[in-house]
């Protein structure tokens, strides 16, 4: 890949730890991690590292004090059964204010996780490596030939920027021997969380655990990491105190800070009162969610009784509806093994032997769909019964089985060959079932397995160029247009692109529809994915490239001179700034705010600047970059000439998500992004 042995650059921290996962492909920070590696910007960068440096070991200066507030764009994605999760995306202004907040914090922030991490299993570490490795074999040569763009763009979103451990998922928990051993060692065991826990932690809550410390309170000076904290959160959240955004690792990271607090006080009193760890109890915590054992019934009441006072004083409450304990061992629910089940015989569909096996078949026979006759109707009434049966752990069991199809045909990276003789029908028909499973939980993760699964058949079967297999795969997408219809516009976001890509085109009822669930959420990458998608017509484009100018032009003209980043409304600058199917006129008025922006930063000549002013003055020249010829570039936060081989990068994206977080490849895939 481009990036094997790419030295590690501190700037990777824009790229991986800052959005959420669930963000729109096209939208990313890859264009201003461009930007700000130029030698010139490197320059302004190092300066303001040294100042803002300077001014902490000063420790009367607030630090991250004035001019940093802007305002996240929030939106909604689906999360368990029945609920909804906000998410938030951060300004580009802001992801600099914490790039910066980093790297004059980090060691304090690592330390302090080093030190208190008394119940903690994922928690950040340095990391210790220097460079990007590339994965060697089969499975680079494929990528390489098929993803389009991998280089540095493949740091992105990928989390990894420090180390986390011991365990980077809940399942690889679940699945460990620590797990186990507690289960045969103690009698009793529980499980609970904090109810919505990003939303409930109140910023001030970081500065309160100084307060309630008189020895720290001392030494509570401006600069103070967790004074600087409680600032940092506001400043990325339009200036709110009330929760943390939801969706980048940077604000796990912040709430391990809290939570290890509270883990250390719970332990230090249950020391006192003579309760013992690894003794009396053990505890085990993976973000808010709690896994305790203990060897008396009364000992983990205690324990759930200190969760509850000591959760409450910093305004977080333990989720009662959620709260399960019981005797060991902690067994698996019914779901879990009835999918497993089921999982098995989808897995049969595949050639599951060793790769040497398989390379020593008869050419004719080179490939992993068997092409026994596959039950289809029988497979989904089972799987039909099986959500009824167990619709609150529907999110899992859909996750479950499309991991399951995506882990066997995502073998074709490895060298295997797909389909023998019938590889269309068989093809079309595993493409069914996958949608068929999605539509019981259409959620963004599963849009994107079921991407990746056409992408990897793509490849031998030529859906794009083959008018036989184009129109069939067509129908068969459109026979699910429903979920077009009935799902949450912010998880379906990825198939606008795809169906570009691959001219596929939805009724003009669902379509309709789309257009007027993007009307209701006023979200401007939203409109710049429908917009990009509607160009397989003309009529269509025109249409509604007219729609997105009249709605982007009366966003603009609401926002006032007084702090334009700290209104919902500069989105659409951010994401329209560069659009190339809207007037120069309406263009103008976007570079006339952003100007605006810079020269009220920036102030007279010969004035020194603090480091918002030159920090607002790198992102305005970022947003107004030009070409030679005088225009701007198409690619910015929003890439506008969409990306050639979308489906193959969200392929390349869903496996490094496997790679890079270190999934166990032989997992069945409950994995997903956390909250």
């Known amino acids: 890949m481009g990036w094997s042995g790419l030295e590690r650059n501190k700037l990777d921290y824009i790229l991986t730890d800052l959005l959420p996962v669930e963000i729109s492909e096209l939208f990313s920070f890859s264009q201003l991690y461009a930007f700000l590696l130029k030698k010139e910007n490197q320059k302004i960068l190092d300066a303001l590292i040294q100042e803002i440096k300077q001014n902490k070991a000063q420790s009367s200066s607030r630090m991250f004090e004035n001019g940093w507030s802007t305002k996240p764009l929030k939106y909604k994605i689906l999360k368990g059964t029945d609920t909804m999760r906000e998410m938030s995306v951060i300004q580009p202004f802001s992801a600099l204010n914490l790039f910066l907040f980093i790297e004059c914090y980090q060691k304090e922030i690592l330390n302090y996780f080093e030190k208190h991490h008394d119940y903690s299993i994922r928690y950040h570490k340095k990391s210790t490596d220097l460079y990007y490795k590339a994965k060697s074999g089969r499975v680079t040569q494929y990528f390489q030939d098929q993803s389009f763009r991998a280089g540095r763009g493949a740091i992105q979103q990928a989390g990894n920027y420090f180390k986390i451990g011991p365990f980077e998922s809940i399942n690889s928990f679940a699945d460990s021997r620590v797990w186990r051993m507690c289960n045969f060692k103690y009698k009793y065991y529980a499980k609970l969380d904090y109810k919505a826990c990003f939303d409930s932690i109140y910023t001030h809550a970081f500065t309160w655990i100084i307060e309630r410390n008189v020895v720290d309170a001392k030494d509570a000076v401006n600069s103070h990491l967790l004074v600087t904290i409680d600032r940092i959160l506001q400043n990325i959240n339009g200036r709110s105190s009330n929760g943390i955004v939801v969706g980048p690792e940077f604000s796990r990271m912040m709430a391990e800070v809290l939570l290890q607090h509270i883990d250390n006080v719970i332990s230090v009193s249950l020391s006192k009162e003579n309760i013992i760890y690894n003794v009396d109890y053990v505890a085990f915590r993976y973000v808010d969610d709690i896994f305790l054992f203990a060897n008396q019934p009364q000992v983990l009441e205690q324990i759930l009784s200190k969760y509850k006072m000591i959760g409450e004083r910093y305004l977080l409450r333990l989720n009662e509806l959620k709260l399960t304990k019981g005797s060991t061992p902690c067994v698996p629910k019914e779901w879990l093994e009835k999918t497993r089940q089921l999982s098995d015989i989808i897995r049969n569909f595949f050639h599951q032997g060793k790769k040497s096996d398989y390379d020593k078949l008869p050419e004719d026979e080179q490939f992993i769909v068997k092409t026994e006759f596959i039950s289809v109707d029988r497979i989904k009434d089972e799987i039909a019964v099986?959500?009824?049966?167990?619709?609150?752990?529907?999110?899992?069991?859909?996750?479950?089985?499309?991991?399951?199809?995506?882990?066997?045909?995502?073998?074709?990276?490895?060298?295997?060959?797909?389909?023998?003789?019938?590889?269309?029908?068989?093809?079309?028909?595993?493409?069914?079932?996958?949608?068929?499973?999605?539509?019981?939980?259409?959620?963004?993760?599963?849009?994107?397995?079921?991407?990746?699964?056409?992408?990897?058949?793509?490849?031998?079967?030529?859906?794009?160029?083959?008018?036989?297999?184009?129109?069939?795969?067509?129908?068969?997408?459109?026979?699910?247009?429903?979920?077009?219809?009935?799902?949450?516009?912010?998880?379906?976001?990825d198939w606008f692109p795809f169906f570009y890509e691959y001219n596929i085109v939805l009724d003009t009822k669902t379509e309709n529809h789309l257009i007027q669930a993007a009307e209701e959420c006023n979200d401007p990458i939203i409109w710049a994915n429908l917009l990009l998608y509607s160009q397989y017509y003309q009529p269509f484009f025109n249409e509604l490239s007219k729609k997105v100018e009249n709605i982007v032009e009366r966003q603009i003209l609401r926002i006032s001179d007084k702090e334009p980043m700290m209104q919902v409304e500069f989105w659409y600058v951010l994401i329209f700034h560069n659009c190339p199917y809207i007037s120069i006129t309406l263009r103008q008025k976007m570079s006339d705010i952003i100007n605006d922006i810079k020269t009220k930063a920036v102030g007279g000549k010969g004035k020194k600047l603090f480091p918002s002013a030159v920090t607002t003055q790198l992102i305005c020249d970022f947003l107004e970059q030009r070409s030679p010829s005088g225009n701007k570039p198409e690619e910015s936060l929003f890439n506008w000439k969409g990306i050639k081989n979308f489906a193959d990068q969200i392929t390349y994206r869903t496996y490094q998500r496997t790679v890079f977080k270190r999934y166990r490849k032989n997992t069945y895939g409950l994995y997903a992004s956390l909250d």
């Open 386 to 493: 099986l959500v009824k049966e167990h619709s609150e752990n529907r999110r899992t069991i859909v996750s479950f089985l499309l991991s399951t199809l995506l882990n066997n045909i995502s073998k074709k990276k490895n060298g295997y060959t797909l389909f023998g003789k019938q590889r269309l029908g068989k093809a079309l028909l595993l493409i069914d079932m996958a949608l068929y499973v999605y539509a019981f939980y259409p959620s963004f993760d599963q849009a994107r397995k079921i991407i990746s699964i056409i992408a990897y058949m793509n490849s031998e079967i030529d859906f794009k160029g083959d008018d036989k297999a184009h129109t069939k795969l067509s129908r068969t997408i459109n026979r699910y247009s429903f979920v077009f219809c009935s799902g949450n516009v912010f998880d379906l976001c």
